[in-house]
């Protein structure tokens, strides 16, 4: 999953990553394709290289600052998201839909959620303002679901141009990575479609984890697996990383 | 909290001298300017220049109907909930981060009805600040749109008179009280921030009074030497307390790291023992201290040395 | 007319300072009377201390900046302004009303100027958001007029509560300070009124200096003259400024 | 020029790559990048940290149909205007400064109707360039309301849905070019500036394009080590030029003081010989000099030493 998102950020980009997948999906892209690359993080912070086995936590830390070339505020970071200089945003799922749209707030109803989740963060702010937004999340059922109970962060809306006419100046959720399957949009309809599988996955495996219809590409073709070089990287960026050294 | 006029907003500062005069004082009567029903707005985000002490004096006092601000919502905001001071909390996320998991205090207090939590994007919650900042009643943003998030707070929907496009308006946050850390300011509240500055500045601006709390408290020498570092002035600010550690155990940048294993088992216990757990915590750590630096020698010397080495660590020193 | 205008100012409060007269009063102010007075600049400069004999000619350059506390951009100091951090604001005026009004930009019409005048700069701004403004200027019936050409900086507008009406969010013009007298404003019409006369000068200078009908108030009052040592401080402070050393 | 929808302006961007490559240009490289009919936005303000040199060159290629933006304006706009480059300037102030009076030039050529002069408060202007920054087509305020100047620009009244309040918007300025001189850059545009900021951050956020030049290129390891003074990321910045006193005869911060005794002889002139002085300035100065080093050998080294000297003087070095 990882692996397939780095490969999907081409060089000479700004890509604005949070911990975990983003993060790592970042640091392997610039290390095996996309040297120049650059990496921005929520926390005002611009340009960092990050420290094999001391990957940061959150976003908003001295792990996440090394070697920046520039710190500033939190705000100021998403400014210049909204202005367009953040190409790629990524975004995780507690719930996502066959519009793309994000759930990351409540599980139920608002007024009486049976699960208060932890909030957007800067989430619904990466969906509104990135000038590409790539979805990583686990493929199952309870997370693909034929409508979020609450659009934290707006993907396609209800498909179709509803997303250029609620007035979002970006064009939102390009693709979705699972451990499943790569997805894309239908031009269209803006509904949610396999595009590539990740080896040894079927359709029907797909299909079985996803909790609404889902279109398919004309050609859905397969994933190539992780080449040894990219998990050699990996293993060494997060070797201590969940230890407290 | 309703959005103030700014001709209200504006006479409540011309009726505060602002003299560049001594403001040092204890945190014990920093605090006392933080009054019942106060929207309280908290400096830095999740682990990061959290102002701990000024936050510890404040649980140790106790308040009610304390309404908590924050970008990103740490622990802190449990201690202020279950603690019975506050009673909502307006912030774009809670937690403390992944190896966490979400937070069961919040999950329990807000589906529950116990607790409000009113949720803004991580841009809107600047902007809200940065308006309050400019002195503005509003921020124009392209944030938010088309979600459900708007239908929630308060916000309004315009076309913008330029180009014809659909612009949310996000209204300014003038919280009644900031509390920042930084990592100098000298007796006058001159202030200085090393590294990201979170949304400090904005909210210091916007606030009707603020409460620093410093890692040194420098000359003014220091300070004018490079007066481009400085980031607050000292005519909004009422109040400068020197607090060496003092968004322990939080990080500050540069000077020590978050102490990772502190939330491990804080975290342990609200598994085991739900808020029971979060009140323990406060009895142990705050209440049962004389003060905040009897809280920070309670970690033991070798640990808090180890933070601070880590933190010299990553800066390359 | 300087030290006018220095008495003017309170201990314990922030002056928005243009260089010129406002400076020299400020700094003035500070030796006498007002020693916990902070200086603010339009170059982003805020709690500067200058030194005698090297005054800056512009707000903008490394003389205004001289020990400042804090160094940042132009358009934040205004914002300090708006916010309502700048108690007072010193405003010179080409041309001057009965109201306050003030005219920098064009003498004559808009579509075929008379004169050009250089613009505002920051004096609406200052005019606009400051929260005490104070006039200083010469005293000649080609100022003093009835109606400016132009309002470049609000004032009272057209009187009574058009100021309020227009939006305007402080008080605006509270005092007009000359090389013949000190004015204020009638409290209901708006109207600039007599209120003190320097040393040696009688209302019928005033008058005859004045190109409107100048209201006066029920006590004038003769101002106090320049104390020696106001006049040993600013020689100091000037010496050498006009000479490029 | 008319007001950009966000899209339009995202889109350009996202056509340019951003890549931290190497962005060093001599100044007549880097200038090709101005085209006829461009709106160029000027860094620093009067006579502070004007970038010269690149201005320099651009009068040098010649250009028809500018527009110069910038806040404050010093004489470098009457070069552009008399140069035939701009027909147009907007700014909130134009001169020197007290002691050289209100500029001939502009008042010649303004009243004459042969240019023209957008006229702006000085924060609204900067609000514009802030507006372009941050991604909007337009911020609030409460400046300009009641004037006379709003009835000769674009700006609109609106009441606050929140407050009721009457604000002013004033629209986003995206500039084609913005020129910026700088203390200190690596050769990717990441860029720092020493003590007062000016317009320049926005100016350079809001801009299509970006020329920076600057007093020092430096070593990446140079910027990384003090990041939080950066104040331009390299993904906004097209190309670097190194300009050792690039700004003069303007001064840069800490570094040297203006030339002062030039402006006299340039308003002298001026005042004998109205818009041919002007025309000989740009003769002597720019047509006849190969570069700009060849324009500051032609102060003599002990003069441009001088200017270093005050300036270190002031800073207390």
């Not at chain 2, 004096?57 to 622990?75: D, F, H, K, M, W």
């Amino acid at each position: 999953m990882t692996v397939s998102a780095s490969r999907l950020l081409a060089d000479h980009r700004v890509v604005f990553a949070g911990v975990g997948v983003p993060l790592l999906a970042s640091v392997l892209a610039k290390q095996q394709h996309a040297p120049d690359l650059t990496i921005v993080l929520e926390g005002g912070i611009i340009g960092p290289r990050m420290l094999a086995g001391k990957l940061p936590i959150s976003t908003n830390e001295m792990r996440a600052a090394r070697h920046a070339s520039m710190l500033t505020a939190i705000t100021d970071v998403f400014l210049l998201a909204q202005r367009g200089f953040l190409d790629y945003g990524f975004l995780g799922a507690a719930q996502i839909d066959m519009h793309g749209n994000i759930n990351t707030s409540f599980i139920g109803s608002v007024e009486r959620p049976r699960v208060r989740l932890p909030g957007t963060g800067g989430a619904n702010d990466i969906a509104s303002l990135c000038n590409e937004v790539l979805v990583v999340t686990a493929h199952e059922p309870r997370r693909f679901v034929e409508r979020v109970d609450f659009v934290t962060s707006p993907g396609h809306l209800d498909g179709g141009d509803a997303r250029q006419k609620a007035g979002l100046v970006s064009r939102g959720p390009s693709t979705v990575v699972t451990d499943l399957a790569l997805l894309d949009f239908d031009p269209d309809s803006r509904r949610m479609r396999l595009c590539a599988l990740q080896p040894g996955v079927t359709v029907q495996d797909v299909r079985a984890q996803t909790g609404f219809e889902l279109l398919a590409h004309p050609e859905v073709y397969q994933l190539e697996p992780p080449a040894i070089s990219d998990l050699e990287i990996l293993r060494e960026l997060e070797a201590g990383a969940a230890v407290w050294d | 909290m309703a959005v103030s006029p700014a001709r209200r907003l504006r006479e409540e500062l011309a009726r505060k001298p602002s003299p560049p005069a001594d403001k040092l004082l204890l945190a014990e009567a920093a605090m006392r300017l933080v009054r019942d029903g106060d929207h309280v707005a908290v400096g830095g985000t999740l682990y990061s220049r959290t102002p701990m002490l000024l936050l510890f004096e404040l649980l140790r006092q106790g308040r009610a109907g304390l309404t908590i601000s924050r970008p990103l919502s740490c622990y802190e905001a449990e201690l202020f909930l279950v603690g019975g001071l506050a009673d909502g909390i307006v912030t774009s996320w809670v937690g403390i981060g992944l190896p966490w998991g979400i937070s069961r205090v919040v999950r329990e207090l807000v589906e529950g009805g116990r607790a409000t939590y009113e949720e803004w994007s991580h841009l809107a919650l600047g902007l809200r600040y940065k308006a309050g900042a400019m002195g503005v009643p509003f921020l124009p943003t392209f944030t938010m749109l088309g979600s459900d998030l708007t239908g929630l707070v308060d916000t309004h929907e315009m076309t913008c008179p330029f180009t014809g496009e659909t612009v949310l308006l996000v209204p300014a946050l003038n919280p009644d009280v900031a509390l920042v850390h930084v990592h100098r300011a000298d007796r006058f509240g001159n202030a200085q921030i090393d590294g990201y500055t979170h949304m400090d500045a904005d909210m210091v601006a916007a606030a009707r009074t603020v409460i620093v709390s410093t890692e040194e408290v420098v000359d003014a020498e220091r300070i004018t030497k490079c007066a481009d570092a400085t980031v607050i002035p000292h005519f909004q600010v009422d109040a400068v307390v020197e607090a060496p550690m003092g968004a322990f155990p939080h990080e500050c940048y540069g000077r020590y790291e978050a102490d990772f294993a502190h939330f491990d088992d804080y975290v342990a216990a609200v598994r085991r023992d739900g808020l029971a757990a979060v009140s323990a915590y406060l009895d142990r750590n705050v209440h049962r201290q004389p003060d905040f630096a009897a809280f920070l020698a309670s970690f033991g010397r070798s640990r808090l040395e180890g933070q601070q080495a880590r933190a010299a660590e990553l800066m390359g020193r």
